[in-house]
């Protein structure tokens, strides 16, 4: 009989030390390499939390220019990965097409050997800098546009919403998507980077660790969540309707999308960020209807399922950022990825700094010494 103990989901199971990022639950609190996330949410940059997070420290002011210039330059993507794009169906999801673009971009540059420190490197500043390319270039292809080729003289948000919608942003929307990209870019040992590591722990290329990761933060349960929140608000339709509808989703044990969270058992401090965000961009484009019917299920909730430690995440008020800024509702989860990659290169690094192939161990719970029966004498 076996000793193990299984740990479903592999609740509080340690799977690696790590020095990315620390989450305390019970105090709201999300630091990137020690610096709290809002912090760097308000004071930093996208491309300044990435070279933190792949590098360790905060860059000097050369070090910034010089990684910033690098991203810029990697931008563009290779035609033939634009014909990819424009072969992908129109009607699939945007995550799948990124998935796909990024699995296909190491066929481009072969990068098998990840011993080679220069070489990693390439590929993060690659990866970093290319996927807001894809994700834009799909928006476009799919409805027969031509996709916007990218500009250096753009910031990698400015530049990012420039592809999108072929003008720049307002200072106050481009300080918003940087803001969005920062407070997603990095969340400890979440299911998506799990999936990396795993992956890199067979010395598989960088590429392909990406592309695992994007296929884990398809779901529901995980990135996937930001786009059902807005579903879910307007099914619900009015500050009227939140309370039946919550009552009636609690007493049919419903998942409640953007609410819950493995490790915080509080608001996750990055709700409350995206919260002050969606604020701010009112400003220029009015206080829609559903911000108010989400701003009620949080209140409700917190009544309701809020003793069980249940509050709204991260993927709560993003989705609603997103769509006061026009940006489609299924490039939320893209949106994601963009800024994730920098956590997920980060994790790579770090696991390969250490590297054991993972291999867990099983709960063998099935048959043994069955019996082979013929085909003919089977009933
Ligand atoms: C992200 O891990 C990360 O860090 C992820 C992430 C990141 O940055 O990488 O933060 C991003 O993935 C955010 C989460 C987005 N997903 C959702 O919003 C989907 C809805 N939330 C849940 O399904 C759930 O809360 C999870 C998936 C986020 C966490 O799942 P757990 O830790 O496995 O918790 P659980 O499902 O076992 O729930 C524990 C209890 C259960 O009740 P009991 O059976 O004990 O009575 O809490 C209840 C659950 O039913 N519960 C909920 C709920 N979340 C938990 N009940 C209703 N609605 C919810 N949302």
Known sequence: MSQMVL??????VPVAESAVSFIDGKRARLEYRGIAVETLARESCFEETTWLLLKGDLPT????ADFDDQLRHHRRIKYKLNDLIKCLPEQGHP?????AAVAAMGMFYPARDVSNAQSNWDSAVRLVAKLPTVVAAFQRLRY???????????????NFYYMLFEKEPTPAVRKVIDACLVLHAEHTMNASTF????????????YTVISSAIGTLTGPLHGGANEEVLDMLEEIGSVANVRNWVEDAVAKKKKIMGFGHRVYKV??????????????VFAET????????????????????????????VDFYSGIVYQALKIPRDLFTPIFAMARVAGW???????????RIFRPEQIYVGKTDASYVPLEKRP
């Open 95 to 99: 995550m799948y097409a990124l998935q």
């Open 286 to 313: 009015g206080r829609p209807a559903i911000y108010d019917v989400a701003v009620e299920m949080e209140r409700v909730m917190a009544g309701i399922l809020g003793p069980k430690g249940i509050y709204p995440n």
């Open 195 to 206: 999936s990396g590591r795993v992956t890199g722990s067979t010395l598989a290329n960088p």
């Open 144 to 158: 027969g546009d031509e996709a916007i080729t990218p500009r250096d003289d753009l910031d990698h948000a400015a």
């Open 7 to 12: 740990h479903p989901g592999l609740a509080d």
């Open 61 to 64: 002011q050369g070090q910034l």
């Open 345 to 355: 290169l980060a994790h790579w690094l770090e696991q390969l700094q250490n590297n």
């Open 267 to 280: 608001k996750d401090p990055r709700a409350t960020v995206l919260q002050e965000l969606a604020e701010h």
